[in-house]
């Protein structure tokens, strides 16, 4: 069964800071990744996704990620982030197969400081 | 176009009593899933559906039933609800199951308590 680590469940960040979370994955084969983001009282949106090519991916609202195959990891990276970034972060993987759901992280909490 | 929703939003019920959540899309997607999210756990998969009439285990259907009579339509059942089971749960559609295609898209979610 497939895993997903992410690394720091809470990040505080004063407003101008970069960030970046740190998102690990178990499966060994062909995967697509994801970060979504849950702003508070809102449902799950999509930041970004990684399937084939370029390893460094771009997203919604700044964010980019880079896949390290050889690290299994996909972190979220953001230069410059702002207060309206608070929210909570999932990476999410599925593999091959892609019908049968997301395997996510537990998530990451960051707060913006102004 | 409302994408996915998802009926109630809140729902208080006591042990062992019944209800089922509603999800509906209006993507024309094939596929549907069932998450829970609870604390510190993200979001894991109950039940999914790979088109009409199908249905699938996730990693947590243990309570749960579902089902898929309507392809725009999962519903999701409890039958004796339990304490466990107060959570956040979310649905999610996709088009197809190509990496383009199973990108999902969630509703808003229903917040549940058993007490």
């Known amino acids: 069964a497939q895993s997903v680590s992410q690394h720091n469940h809470h990040v505080i960040l004063s407003e101008a800071a970069s960030l970046e979370l740190g998102c690990n994955y178990s499966?060994?084969?062909?995967?697509?990744l994801f970060w979504y983001v849950q702003y508070p009282g809102q449902h799950l949106q999509l930041l970004l996704k990684?399937?084939?090519?370029?390893?460094l991916v771009k997203g919604i609202k700044g964010f980019e990620a880079e896949f390290i195959k050889s690290k299994f990891s996909f972190n979220l990276r953001k230069p410059s982030v702002q207060w309206s970034d608070t929210a909570e972060y999932f990476c999410?993987?599925?593999?091959?197969?892609?019908?049968?759901?997301?395997?996510f992280g537990k998530g990451t909490h960051l707060i913006i400081q102004p | 176009n409302a994408g996915v929703t998802q009926t109630p939003k809140f729902r208080v019920l006591k042990t062992g009593q019944s209800m089922t959540l509603l999800c509906a899309q209006d993507?024309?997607?094939?596929?549907m899933y069932w998450y829970r999210q609870d604390p510190g756990m993200g979001l894991r998969l109950i039940h999914y559906?790979?088109?009409?009439?199908?249905?699938a285990k996730g990693e947590v259907p243990d309570g749960y039933n579902v089902s898929r009579l309507k392809k725009q339509n999962f519903l999701l059942g409890l039958e004796s609800a339990a304490p466990s089971q107060t959570s956040v749960y979310f649905c999610?559609?996709?088009?197809?199951?190509?990496?383009?295609?199973?990108?999902?898209?969630f509703g808003a979610g229903t917040r549940l308590s058993v007490l």
């Open positions: 999610a559609s996709s088009y197809g199951s190509s990496p383009y295609q199973n990108i999902q898209y």
């Open positions: 499966y060994g084969g062909t995967v697509n």
């Open positions: 990684y399937f084939s090519g370029d390893p």
């Open positions: 999410a993987v599925n593999g091959p197969g892609g019908a049968d759901g997301l395997t």
């Open positions: 993507m024309n997607h094939e596929y």
């Open positions: 559906s790979v088109g009409e009439g199908t249905t």
